[in-house]
């Protein structure tokens, strides 16, 4: 298991720096630990602890074969969003978000459709046989489907939980999720409300560092719980091979013992073993003769 990110990796890179006091949020007064020149500190070792609580229920999600969506479309988190997601697996937005995309699934999933069959007819050659107009249209088509549901167009089902790295930039996001009672794991800065993320990370949500760091252990726990999923997978398979395994040892060593008592007869199987009765001479000779039959005048 990976390491969890300590309060100094947190301080070096930034987390601790809040907004301006004048624009804090009262929730997340617990959180802070003082102010200075009039800028809020966030308090770092609640910080690392409900980060650590964070990466352990993705961990624990993504064990259990569901997946996470990465959101982060600030311009300071768009990269960041991409690698981290791409390394581990998981589908990402780092563009606009596009209403809809979790409460009008199916619509979407027409349009990340359209992109792939576009794409499909690409790599077969297709297009060469189109005009050079028509050609260039449909690949500059192709290029801004990409840009705008590119990250998530393997997305055929709605992710088990959200992760956010800005909820204020990202409200629609956060908006669509509790709708549909997706959890959702994200920063909260000292602006934010903290109560309407399932999982918050209380940190500064606009520094890259901080951005890198904290993707980068939501990253690592995806790895982890895909990890973990595979090993219980390899374990069910290996339980059901020597169940199967041992299941035919026996059928091969049985055999039956010549004293063992063999399986009686059905009376049908009885019935039919006995010889037909043949009748005696005094049963043949009792029976009367054949009266001849009467013609009608």
Not at 33 to 51: P, V
Not at 246 to 272: C, I, K
Request: proline content about 4%; glycine content about 6%.
């Amino acid at each position: 298991m990976a390491e969890n990110a300590t309060v100094k990796e947190l301080l070096e890179a930034g987390a601790h720096f809040g907004h301006l006091t004048s624009a804090w949020h009262p929730r997340m007064k617990d959180y802070i630990f003082t102010q200075r020149n009039g800028i809020h500190i966030i308090d770092l070792e609640k910080t690392a602890g409900m980060l650590e609580q964070a990466c352990a229920f993705v961990r624990e999600l993504i064990a259990n074969g569901q997946t996470i969506l990465l959101v982060g479309t600030k311009k300071q988190a768009q990269q960041i969003i991409e690698e981290e997601a791409s390394r581990c697996g998981m589908c990402y937005v780092n563009q606009r978000w596009i209403g809809g995309v979790l409460t009008n699934f199916n619509t979407i999933q027409s349009r990340i459709n359209y992109l792939v069959d576009l794409e499909d007819r690409q790599v077969k050659g297709e297009l060469e046989h189109l005009l050079k107009k028509e050609k260039t249209k449909i690949e500059k088509k192709i290029s801004r489907l990409n840009i705008k549901i590119g990250g998530f167009k393997e997305m055929n089902a709605l992710p088990g939980a959200l992760f956010i790295v800005d909820i204020i930039k990202d409200k629609i996001a956060l908006f669509e999720a509790k709708k549909l009672d997706i959890p959702v794991v994200a920063i909260v800065d000292t602006n934010c409300n903290p109560e309407e993320v399932d999982y918050p990370i209380p940190a500064n949500d606009d520094a890259v560092k901080t951005l890198r760091l904290i993707c980068s252990r939501i990253a690592n726990a995806v790895l982890e719980g895909k990890q973990i999923r595979e090993q219980e997978q390899l374990k069910m398979v290996s339980v059901e091979g020597q169940e199967v395994e041992g299941g035919v040892e026996l059928l091969a060593s049985y055999s039956f013992s010549p004293d063992e008592e063999q399986p009686a007869e059905s009376a049908e199987e009885q019935a039919g073993d006995q010889p037909e009765e043949q009748p005696s001479e005094k049963q043949a000779g009792e029976q009367p003769e054949e009266q001849p039959h009467e013609n009608p005048d």
